[in-house]
C-alpha cells in the first residue's frame, strides 16, 4: 500500500507540474532600421530607437505565445546615400511606428529555472503585426505630411499587416529573470511606408484645385536637385512592398502559478 500511495502522489504531482501556467511580462529597448525603395541594400541599418511591452504565456519549455506593442520611428534620406543617383534624387522621409503584434516562439533547447534545464536557448518566431505609420518629410523649413499630398498620383492607406519573423537567444539568470535579445523582418503589405513606389507623377495628376496646392504637390513629388524629373520615369525600385528590422533587448520576469489537487 506504501507503494501504491507513493506512485500516486508523484502522478499527482505530475499532473499539477503539467497544468503549471507560466506567464512572463517584459520591457523592451532598441532600435529600427527602414527597408524600401530609398534604402535598397542596407537590410541591418538602424537609424532610430523603439521601445516595447510584452505579455507572453509560455506553454512549455519550447513552445511560447507572445502579444507585444512597439514604439519606434524609421527613416532615410537621399542627400547621405553614396550613390549620386541617390543623391540627386533627394527624396527623403522619416515616420513614426506603432505596431502590435502576436508571435508564437519556438526554443530549440529545454529552457527553463528547473533542475536539468538550459539556461540558454536560441529561438525563432513569427505570427502576425499591424502597423501604424505616417511618413513625413521636412521641405524648405515646413513639415509636410506626405500622405495627404499623393506625391505619386496615388492615395495609399497609413494602416496596414505584416507577417514578422525572426531570431534570437534567450538567457535565465536569477530563476524568474530573462535577458532575450531578438532581431525581427516586418515585411509590410504596403509600398509607401516612404511615400515612395513606382514613377514620377503627370502634371495632370498632381493638378490640385489651386495653383499654390498645386505646387506644393510638384514640389514634394520632384525634389531632385534641379527639379527636372521626367513624369513617368521611375521614382522608386521595383519591389512592390517595404518593410523594416527590429533589433532589440527585453528582460522579463516570469510569473509561476502552480494548481494542486489534493
Given at each position: 500500500?506504501?507503494?501504491?500511495?507513493?506512485?500516486?502522489?508523484?502522478?499527482?504531482?505530475?499532473?499539477?507540474?503539467?497544468?503549471?501556467?507560466?506567464?512572463?511580462?517584459?520591457?523592451?529597448?532598441?532600435?529600427?532600421?527602414?527597408?524600401?525603395?530609398?534604402?535598397?541594400?542596407?537590410?541591418?541599418?538602424?537609424?532610430?530607437?523603439?521601445?516595447?511591452?510584452?505579455?507572453?504565456?509560455?506553454?512549455?519549455?519550447?513552445?511560447?505565445?507572445?502579444?507585444?506593442?512597439?514604439?519606434?520611428?524609421?527613416?532615410?534620406?537621399?542627400?547621405?546615400?553614396?550613390?549620386?543617383?541617390?543623391?540627386?534624387?533627394?527624396?527623403?522621409?522619416?515616420?513614426?511606428?506603432?505596431?502590435?503584434?502576436?508571435?508564437?516562439?519556438?526554443?530549440?533547447?529545454?529552457?527553463?529555472?528547473?533542475?536539468?534545464?538550459?539556461?540558454?536557448?536560441?529561438?525563432?518566431?513569427?505570427?502576425?503585426?499591424?502597423?501604424?505609420?505616417?511618413?513625413?518629410?521636412?521641405?524648405?523649413?515646413?513639415?509636410?505630411?506626405?500622405?495627404?499630398?499623393?506625391?505619386?498620383?496615388?492615395?495609399?492607406?497609413?494602416?496596414?499587416?505584416s507577417i514578422p519573423f525572426g531570431a534570437g537567444v534567450k538567457y535565465?539568470?536569477?530563476?524568474?529573470?530573462?535577458?532575450?535579445?531578438?532581431?525581427?523582418?516586418?515585411?509590410?503589405?504596403?509600398?509607401?511606408?516612404?511615400?515612395?513606389?513606382?514613377?514620377?507623377?503627370?502634371?495632370?495628376?498632381?493638378?490640385?484645385?489651386?495653383?499654390?496646392?498645386?505646387?506644393?504637390?510638384?514640389?514634394?513629388?520632384?525634389?531632385?536637385?534641379?527639379?527636372?524629373?521626367?513624369?513617368?520615369?521611375?521614382?522608386?525600385?521595383?519591389?512592390?512592398?517595404?518593410?523594416?528590422?527590429?533589433?532589440?533587448?527585453?528582460?522579463?520576469?516570469?510569473f509561476v502559478s502552480q494548481n494542486c489537487y489534493f
Amino acid at each position: 500500500m506504501n507503494k501504491i500511495y507513493k506512485v500516486f502522489i508523484l502522478f499527482i504531482l505530475s499532473i499539477s507540474f503539467a497544468q503549471a501556467q507560466t506567464w512572463e511580462i517584459g520591457v523592451t529597448g532598441g532600435g529600427m532600421g527602414y527597408i524600401g525603395d530609398l534604402n535598397q541594400n542596407n537590410y541591418l541599418k538602424i537609424t532610430e530607437p523603439a521601445l516595447g511591452f510584452q505579455i507572453k504565456r509560455n506553454f512549455d519549455s519550447y513552445w511560447s505565445l507572445k502579444l507585444a506593442a512597439l514604439k519606434g520611428k524609421v527613416s532615410y534620406n537621399d542627400s547621405k546615400s553614396k550613390y549620386a543617383q541617390e543623391v540627386n534624387r533627394n527624396l527623403s522621409f522619416y515616420s513614426p511606428i506603432s505596431e502590435g503584434n502576436l508571435t508564437v516562439e519556438f526554443n530549440f533547447l529545454d529552457y527553463g529555472f528547473e533542475f536539468m534545464q538550459k539556461r540558454i536557448t536560441p529561438f525563432v518566431f513569427t505570427g502576425v503585426a499591424l502597423t501604424l505609420f505616417n511618413p513625413k518629410t521636412d521641405y524648405n523649413g515646413s513639415t509636410y505630411e506626405l500622405k495627404y499630398y499623393d506625391t505619386e498620383g496615388f492615395d495609399y492607406k497609413t494602416t496596414t499587416y505584416s507577417i514578422p519573423f525572426g531570431a534570437g537567444v534567450k538567457y535565465n539568470f536569477g530563476k524568474y529573470f530573462n535577458i532575450i535579445g531578438e532581431i525581427g523582418y516586418r515585411n509590410l503589405n504596403t509600398d509607401y511606408l516612404d511615400d515612395v513606389s513606382g514613377l514620377y507623377a503627370t502634371a495632370a495628376e498632381l493638378q490640385e484645385s489651386t495653383p499654390q496646392k498645386t505646387i506644393i504637390r510638384q514640389s514634394l513629388s520632384d525634389r531632385s536637385v534641379n527639379q527636372n524629373a521626367v513624369p513617368g520615369s521611375q521614382r522608386g525600385d521595383f519591389r512592390k512592398k517595404d518593410g523594416y528590422v527590429f533589433v532589440g533587448i527585453t528582460l522579463s520576469y516570469t510569473f509561476v502559478s502552480q494548481n494542486c489537487y489534493f
